[in-house]
Nanobody
Framework: QVQLVESGGGLVQAGGSLRLSCAAS????????MGWYRQAPGKQRELVAT???????MYADSVKGRFTISRDNAKNTVYLQMNSLKPEDTAVYYC??????WGQGTQVTVSS
């Protein structure tokens, strides 16, 4: 069972950038779909971005053009580069592997 550990969250001003990392405890080479989700207070968890093993990406409309998901199979790591952050991006961000495995989450807070 692979374990996922997110890092890179924090407090940033609107317009700023953060890069989240999701480190897996074993190889993710065979895991087709990796993704990032987020959950804001009082809201349901929502999809942010996904990436397949061949590099095909998909983004929520709310983050298109601002966020970039990538994966480094050699490092067993998935990244989420977040630019032009907005207060509405404030949430706990979770890494997901294969639609069934979750990390513990990392808090992202964007101040206005």
């Amino acid at each position: 069972q692979v374990q996922l550990v997110e890092s890179g969250g924090g407090l940033v001003q609107a317009g700023g950038s953060l890069r989240l990392s999701c480190a897996a405890s074993r190889s993710i080479f065979s895991i087709n779909l990796m993704g990032w989700y987020r959950q804001a207070p009082g809201k349901q968890r929502e999809l942010v971005a996904t990436i397949t093993s061949t590099g095909t990406t998909m983004y929520a409309d709310s983050v298109k053009g601002r966020f970039t998901i990538s994966r480094d199979n050699a490092k067993n790591t998935v990244y989420l580069q977040m630019n032009s952050l907005k207060p509405e991006d404030t949430a706990v961000y979770y890494c997901n592997a294969g639609l069934s495995l979750w990390g513990q989450g990392t808090q992202v807070t964007v101040s206005s």
